[in-house]
C-alpha cells in the first residue's frame, strides 16, 4: 500500500497553535494572535486575519466553541476547547512529535549545531 | 467607508454566506482596533497608529483568500437559487393561505350556519381583514424578503426575477377568499377556500392586474436597490 505523502509542514501549525492555547482559557482573536508570538518566543508568527479563517474552521468543524462577551465596554468574540478540539489537538500534537523526532534524528548530527545558531539568531516562521 | 468593506464585498460576491462575512468582517475590525491602540501605546499618533495597524493586518486581496483557502459555507441562495427564489416562496404562499383558511374555518365555525344578516360585525371585520391582509400583504412581504435576501448576498440572477414573478403570480392565485351573503342566502359564510376569487374570466384579469402591478412594483424596486448598492460598494 501506498504511504500517504506528509502535509504540508507549515499548514498545521495555527491550527495546532490554537488548540493549544484554548487549553488553557477562552481567548479572543487578537489575543491569540499575540499569545502565539509570545508562547514561541517570535519564532512563529501568525498573519493578523489568518487566525480568524482557522478559527471559523475550527468552529464548523465542532473543535471550538465561541460566544460573544462584553468586556470592558467591547464586544469580542470568545473562543473555547470543546471536547473534539481536544481530541484534535492530541492527534495533531502526537503527529507533530513524531515528525519531529525522525526530522531530528536525519538533522542531528550534522547540522544541528547549525540549526541551531539559525532558530537563536532571531529567524522566524509566518503561518 | 469603513474598513475591510471590500472584503465584505469580494466574499459576498464569491458566494460565501453572508452572516459567516458579517462575522469575520466584525472581527476583523476588533483586531484593527487592538492594532491601532497597541500602536497608539507605543508612541505612534493616531494616523500613524491607523496607518500601521492597516499595514500589520495585511492587504484586502490577502485576507480574502485566506478565507477562501479554508473553504468557508457557501450561501444557501448562491448553491440552490431554483430553491431559495423558486420553491420556497411559491410553497409559503400556498402554505401561509392554507393555513389561514384552515384558521379561519375554525373561527367561523360559530356563526357558519346563521343567516347573512345576523352575523356579528365583529366577525365580518375579521373575514375583511384577514382577506386583505392575505390578498395584499403576504406577496408584496415575500417579495421583499426575496429583494432583502438578493441584496445582503450582492446576487444579480435570473432566479431574483423569476422568483419575483412567481411570488406576484401566486399571491394572486392563492390567497384566503371567504363569500358571505351572496354566496347562499341561507348561511352567513357559505365558502372559504384559497382560490383567490378564481372563479370567472372577470376575476381571472383582477389576477393578472394584481400579479402585474405586484411583479412591476418589486422589479422597480430591486433594480433601484441594487443599482445604489453596487454605486456605493
Given at each position: 500500500?501506498?504511504?500517504?505523502?506528509?502535509?504540508?509542514?507549515?499548514?498545521?501549525?495555527?491550527?495546532?497553535?490554537?488548540?493549544?492555547?484554548?487549553?488553557?482559557?477562552?481567548?479572543?482573536?487578537?489575543?491569540?494572535?499575540?499569545?502565539?508570538?509570545?508562547?514561541?518566543?517570535?519564532?512563529?508568527?501568525?498573519?493578523?486575519?489568518?487566525?480568524?479563517?482557522?478559527?471559523?474552521?475550527?468552529?464548523?468543524?465542532?473543535?471550538?466553541?465561541?460566544?460573544?462577551?462584553?468586556?470592558?465596554?467591547?464586544?469580542?468574540?470568545?473562543?473555547?476547547?470543546?471536547?473534539?478540539?481536544?481530541?484534535?489537538?492530541?492527534?495533531?500534537?502526537?503527529?507533530?512529535?513524531?515528525?519531529?523526532?525522525?526530522?531530528?534524528?536525519?538533522?542531528?548530527?550534522?547540522?544541528?549545531?547549525?540549526?541551531?545558531?539559525?532558530?537563536?539568531?532571531?529567524?522566524?516562521?509566518?503561518? | 467607508?469603513?474598513?475591510?468593506?471590500?472584503?465584505?464585498?469580494?466574499?459576498?460576491?464569491?458566494?460565501?454566506?453572508?452572516?459567516?462575512?458579517?462575522?469575520?468582517?466584525?472581527?476583523?475590525?476588533?483586531?484593527?482596533?487592538?492594532?491601532?491602540?497597541?500602536?497608539?501605546?507605543?508612541?505612534?499618533?493616531?494616523?500613524?497608529?491607523?496607518?500601521?495597524?492597516?499595514t500589520i493586518m495585511g492587504s484586502d486581496a490577502q485576507l480574502v483568500q485566506a478565507m477562501l483557502d479554508r473553504s468557508p459555507p457557501r450561501a444557501l441562495s448562491v448553491k440552490a437559487p431554483w430553491a431559495v427564489f423558486?420553491?420556497?416562496?411559491?410553497?409559503?404562499?400556498i402554505a401561509v393561505s392554507w393555513i389561514v383558511a384552515m384558521t379561519m374555518m375554525q373561527l367561523m365555525m360559530p356563526v357558519m350556519r346563521l343567516l347573512p344578516g345576523q352575523m356579528p360585525s365583529g366577525y365580518q371585520?375579521?373575514?375583511?381583514?384577514?382577506?386583505?391582509?392575505?390578498?395584499?400583504?403576504?406577496?408584496?412581504?415575500?417579495?421583499?424578503?426575496?429583494?432583502?435576501?438578493?441584496?445582503?448576498?450582492?446576487?444579480?440572477?435570473?432566479?431574483?426575477?423569476?422568483?419575483?414573478?412567481?411570488?406576484?403570480?401566486?399571491?394572486?392565485?392563492?390567497?384566503?377568499?371567504?363569500?358571505?351573503?351572496?354566496?347562499?342566502?341561507?348561511?352567513?359564510?357559505?365558502?372559504?377556500?384559497?382560490?383567490?376569487h378564481v372563479d370567472g374570466a372577470a376575476t381571472l384579469v383582477l389576477v393578472a392586474i394584481r400579479a402585474g402591478v405586484l411583479f412591476a412594483i418589486a422589479t422597480f424596486a430591486w433594480r433601484t436597490l441594487r443599482n445604489?448598492?453596487?454605486?456605493?460598494?
Amino acid at each position: 500500500m501506498p504511504r500517504q505523502p506528509n502535509p504540508d509542514f507549515m499548514a498545521g501549525v495555527p491550527e495546532l497553535m490554537i488548540l493549544r492555547l484554548l487549553q488553557d482559557r477562552e481567548m479572543y482573536g487578537y489575543e491569540i494572535v499575540q499569545a502565539v508570538r509570545a508562547e514561541t518566543g517570535d519564532v512563529v508568527s501568525m498573519g493578523e486575519g489568518v487566525a480568524y479563517t482557522v478559527l471559523h474552521a475550527l468552529e464548523r468543524e465542532g473543535a471550538l466553541k465561541s460566544r460573544r462577551r462584553r468586556v470592558e465596554g467591547r464586544s469580542r468574540i470568545y473562543y473555547t476547547l470543546t471536547p473534539a478540539g481536544l481530541k484534535r489537538y492530541q492527534n495533531l500534537a502526537s503527529n507533530w512529535l513524531t515528525l519531529a523526532r525522525a526530522i531530528q534524528s536525519v538533522i542531528k548530527q550534522d547540522i544541528a549545531p547549525a540549526f541551531q545558531s539559525f532558530i537563536h539568531g532571531g529567524h522566524h516562521a509566518a503561518v | 467607508m469603513q474598513p475591510f468593506e471590500n472584503v465584505r464585498e469580494q466574499l459576498l460576491k464569491a458566494g460565501i454566506a453572508a452572516g459567516h462575512v458579517n462575522r469575520y468582517v466584525v472581527e476583523l475590525r476588533e483586531h484593527l482596533a487592538d492594532l491601532t491602540n497597541r500602536e497608539r501605546a507605543n508612541g505612534a499618533d493616531a494616523r500613524e497608529a491607523a496607518n500601521k495597524a492597516c499595514t500589520i493586518m495585511g492587504s484586502d486581496a490577502q485576507l480574502v483568500q485566506a478565507m477562501l483557502d479554508r473553504s468557508p459555507p457557501r450561501a444557501l441562495s448562491v448553491k440552490a437559487p431554483w430553491a431559495v427564489f423558486g420553491v420556497l416562496p411559491v410553497v409559503a404562499i400556498i402554505a401561509v393561505s392554507w393555513i389561514v383558511a384552515m384558521t379561519m374555518m375554525q373561527l367561523m365555525m360559530p356563526v357558519m350556519r346563521l343567516l347573512p344578516g345576523q352575523m356579528p360585525s365583529g366577525y365580518q371585520a375579521l373575514l375583511t381583514a384577514v382577506t386583505i391582509l392575505t390578498g395584499y400583504l403576504v406577496g408584496p412581504l415575500l417579495a421583499a424578503l426575496c429583494i432583502a435576501t438578493a441584496l445582503r448576498q450582492r446576487l444579480d440572477t435570473v432566479w431574483v426575477w423569476a422568483g419575483l414573478g412567481l411570488i406576484a403570480l401566486f399571491s394572486g392565485l392563492f390567497a384566503f377568499h371567504a363569500s358571505t351573503g351572496a354566496g347562499d342566502p341561507y348561511r352567513a359564510v357559505s365558502l372559504v377556500s384559497v382560490n383567490g376569487h378564481v372563479d370567472g374570466a372577470a376575476t381571472l384579469v383582477l389576477v393578472a392586474i394584481r400579479a402585474g402591478v405586484l411583479f412591476a412594483i418589486a422589479t422597480f424596486a430591486w433594480r433601484t436597490l441594487r443599482n445604489r448598492q453596487t454605486a456605493t460598494a
